[in-house]
């Protein structure tokens, strides 16, 4: 019965003594790429009841149980932070919601702008980003990706006590703007596409109530740059890095 | 005589009236990838004197030659800020070093650790990768990639004013270790391997009279996000986005 380092996100309840049955992908990756034995030991989560120490009660090719024994760490939600970004080239969308994930963002939003390139995400392999990311760094909270949706649309349902972040590459003082800020609170941050907002869009920021504009400083980031960089000053000043 | 949103960077002097010879690579960018004309206009820059618009006055397949005009954004230098990082996974390690430019990292410095993966590292490919992102970001000046030396080579020889920010897991409150500092002065921050520091380097860190240590959060960030985030941070509390 030895002990291994593999952590794993499973979409079922858990407690002491629960079953939890695999899929034929989990079950692969744990007997065919981990090489997992009977007995041996993983620790699981579900987003919702903490990380679990489980052990491999049955195995097979295509699928498999394993049994949940102990709680091993208590369920830590991360701070109600959503994150707005315009999905961009794949392989820095796929990073962008990564990090996303390990930065600590509660919720994952893809917006379409009139500058934005994509009309459409692959909502479930973001979803599997974000879950292999969760299981990586250690975390028991999975963020929910969102279908992607225009800004316009977006911005007409925003519930007014949510503070959104606009990342202005225009703007001086990041960290006055949020140092100011006393409580946590409901927030957002919205990182724009690679081509900025277009007028009309920056007009909408700038005149709605809930917007506060930062600045990530005199160079221009790249949008999975500048989703990191969001992240950790607010996580830094209002978040759970405090 | 069109514009274009071209930058290049050039290793050669800039200056009103000054003919730019291009390499083989620039030519190819230029006149095979971007189309410019004779005549078309871009903007160069050379790590030292500032932004310059330049005109395309010779074109080739194998060469070519730009004219330097007028000085278009002054330069442009980053704080004294060091990046040491073990370097991990190529596509990650370029990551790091395109990240650490577009945030602002005065030199860039790959450690060997004990648990570093790498034995050696591209420090041409990665310098190549710096040079896009200054490129890119609309910077002026280009950090320096070091050659992979051993992180015990690189503490024997430290310079005892300036100040070494260690990313540890283990520690709580970030913001409060760099916010208590009130000068700028001389810094360097240092992101370990995916697999953590020895608990010799980390002896050997942590009894450093030159060593700070701050923590990014409870969860466990990979090596290019926690460049990312802790250059942000520094950045915002005493670098160039206060």
Known sequence: MAGSN????????????QPVPLTRDQA?????????????????????DGEWRATVTERGKR????????????????????????PIKKARTDFIVEKAAEMGAARI?????????????????LQAHAIEAAEQCGGTYVPP??????????????????????????????????????ENGKWAILIGPEGGFSPAERDRLCSSPF??????????????????????????????WK
């Not at 034995?37 to 699981?44: F, I």
């Not at 379409?112 to 479930?124: K, M, V």
């Not at 006590?161 to 003082?173: K, P, S, T, W």
Request: charged residues 25%; hydrophobic residues 45%; glycine residues 8%.
């Open 6 to 17: 593999v952590r794993l996100y499973v979409d079922h309840p858990l407690g002491q003594g």
């Open 28 to 48: 692969h990756y744990l007997f065919g790429v981990m090489r997992l034995q009977d007995g041996d030991a993983l620790a699981v989560f579900n987003g919702r």
């Open 63 to 86: 699928g498999g149980t394993l049994t949940a024994e102990a709680q091993s760490a208590p369920q830590l939600d991360p701070p109600d932070l959503w994150l707005l970004f315009a």
């Open 109 to 125: 939003m893809p917006v379409q702008t009139e500058y934005t390139n994509a009309e459409r995400i692959r909502r479930d392999r």
């Open 145 to 182: 990706v969102d279908e992607l949706r225009k800004i316009d649309a977006i911005l007409d349902d925003w519930p007014p006590d949510r503070r959104l972040i606009f990342c202005d590459e225009a703007l001086a003082g990041a960290r006055h703007a949020l140092a100011d800020q006393q």
């Open 211 to 240: 917007v506060s504009q930062i600045s990530l400083g005199p160079r221009i980031l790249r949008a999975d740059t500048a989703v990191v960089a969001a992240l950790a000053l607010w996580q830094s000043l209002l978040g759970d």
